[in-house]
């Protein structure tokens, strides 16, 4: 059984910094694809980042050049190093794996103060 566990989400300035990570068991961070949604009140889950098992990454227009998704291979984790954040980027993020199904976290609250 997959298990993903986000952590790092918090309140913070715009124009700050954050750090989340997706804990996974129950599967390789290194052979499958992982992703990072997230979802503001009121709107869908969008995509935000994804890194493939052979490691491509692709980012949604709005986090280009300021988000950056990456993994640690031993410690299982992928990591989403988020930077010049705006009050836009305020959501709920959460990690997903697609294996033979779909898994996904419990989500981690990222605030963007004005």
């Known amino acids: 059984q997959v298990q993903l566990v986000e952590s790092g989400g918090g309140l913070v300035q715009a124009g700050g910094s954050l750090r989340l990570s997706c804990a996974a068991s129950?599967?390789?961070?290194?052979?499958?694809?992982v992703s990072w949604y997230r979802q503001a009140p009121g709107n869908q889950r969008e995509l935000v980042a994804t890194?493939?098992?052979?490691?491509?990454?692709n980012y949604a227009d709005s986090v280009k050049g300021r988000f950056t998704i990456s993994r640690d291979n031993p410690k299982n984790i992928v990591y989403l190093q988020m930077n010049s954040l705006k009050p836009e980027d305020t959501a709920v993020y959460y990690c997903n794996m697609v294996t033979l199904h779909n898994y996904w976290g419990q989500g981690t609250q990222v605030t963007v103060s004005s």
């Open positions: 129950g599967s390789s961070v290194r052979f499958n694809a």
């Open positions: 890194i493939s098992g052979g490691g491509t990454t």
